[in-house]
Every structure is written in structure tokens, then in C-alpha cells.
């Protein structure tokens, strides 16, 4: 069964960092696998954030977060991250990770609010 967590969400003010980890298991991250972050606010649609394919590392971004997210991966460990810097409050949602277009994470709650 294949399952993915996410942790590093919270509370931080404008302005500020947080770094978003999910680790996968019954799933081996391998130069195939390509790795998602969207995210749900509220009221709203889900939104595509970041992607990194597997075979070049190659990273996209929403016009919204580029230049202040970062979208990594560390196959040895399974786990895919999110560094998110220059925080605005319209950053705040329900952020899941998402692998192969297939799994999910349950998501995790960033608030940015001061």
C-alpha cells in the first residue's frame, strides 16, 4: 500500500519559510517517478504549485510561487520537498504532495497570517 506524508506545515508570519517534507513508502522514488506539490485554500479549486521530473530533476512552477518556492527531492529517502520563502497570506492551503499523478498525500495546513 502505498502511502505519503506530509509534515512542515504551521503558522508563520508574512514574509517568512517554511519547508514542506513528504516521504513515500511502499514506493520507491526512482528517475521515473515525477513529483507534484498543489495545494486547496479555501473556497478555492485545487491549484498545481511545483514539479520535478524524475529522470532530469527538471522543476516547474506556478506563476504565483516562482522565484520564492522550491520544489527538491531526495530519492534515497523517498521524500520530496517544498521550501517556501517570502510567505504572503494568499499562500495559505492545504498543501498535498502527489506522486506519478496517482498518489496522494491526506495534505497538510500552512497558514500564513500575522
Known sequence: QV????????LVQPGGSLRLSCVASGLTFSSSTTLKWYRRAPGKERE???????????????????????????????????QMN????????????????IYWGQGIQVTVSS
Open 3 to 10: 502511502q505519503l506524508v506530509e509534515s512542515g506545515g504551521g
Open 48 to 82: 498545481w504549485v511545483a514539479t520535478i521530473t524524475g529522470t532530469d530533476g527538471i522543476t516547474n512552477y506556478a506563476a504565483s510561487v516562482k522565484c520564492r518556492f522550491t520544489i527538491s527531492r531526495d530519492n534515497a529517502k523517498n521524500t520530496v520537498y517544498l
Open 86 to 101: 517570502s510567505l504572503k497570506p494568499e499562500d495559505t492551503a492545504v498543501y498535498c504532495c502527489n506522486a506519478r499523478n
